[in-house]
Nanobody
Framework: VQLQAFGGGLVQAGGSQTLSCAASGRTFRFYVMGWFRQAPGKERAFVAA????????YYADSVKGRFTISRDNAKNAVNLQMNSLKPEDSATYYCAAEFGITTAQTMGGMKWYDMDYWGKGTQVTVSS
C-alpha cells in the first residue's frame, strides 16, 4: 500500500483545513487508516483513525470535537477535516495504514512505529 497525503498549508487560528490521503495498492478497504502528527522536537502522535467501514472512528483527546476523519473506500481515500484550528495543531501530518486490526481505537492505542505503512507528511501551520 502506498500512501500520499495532500492538503497542508498555512491557516489562521480558528480556521479550517482538510487533509486527504490517497492510497494505492491492494485491499485498501481492509486496513484501518489513521492520521498522526509530529511537531518539531516532539514524538509523532496519534490524531485520528477510522476502521475499514468508516463505522468506527477514534480521536486523540486534543482534537476530539474539532477534527473529523472519514474514508471513501471507492476512491481509496481517507480525509481529515480539521476545524477550530489552534496554533498547537501546527505539525507535519502523516497518514498511516495498519493491517490486522479491526477497530480505530486499536490504532489509537498503538505506537507510531508499529504502523504498517506511512505516507509522506504534509505540513500544517496554524498562525495565531
Amino acid at each position: 500500500v502506498q500512501l500520499q497525503a495532500f492538503g497542508g498549508g498555512l491557516v489562521q487560528a480558528g480556521g479550517s483545513q482538510t487533509l486527504s490521503c490517497a492510497a494505492s495498492g491492494r485491499t485498501f478497504r481492509f486496513y484501518v487508516m489513521g492520521w498522526f502528527r509530529q511537531a518539531p522536537g516532539k514524538e509523532r502522535a496519534f490524531v485520528a483513525a477510522a476502521s475499514w467501514s468508516g463505522g468506527s472512528t477514534y480521536y486523540a483527546d486534543s482534537v476530539k470535537g474539532r477534527f473529523t476523519i472519514s474514508r471513501d473506500n471507492a476512491k481509496n481515500a481517507v480525509n481529515l477535516q480539521m476545524n477550530s484550528l489552534k496554533p498547537e495543531d501546527s505539525a507535519t501530518y502523516y497518514c498511516a495504514a495498519e493491517f490486522g486490526i479491526t477497530t480505530a481505537q486499536t490504532m489509537g492505542g498503538m505506537k507510531w512505529y508499529d504502523m504498517d505503512y506511512w505516507g509522506k507528511g504534509t505540513q500544517v501551520t496554524v498562525s495565531s
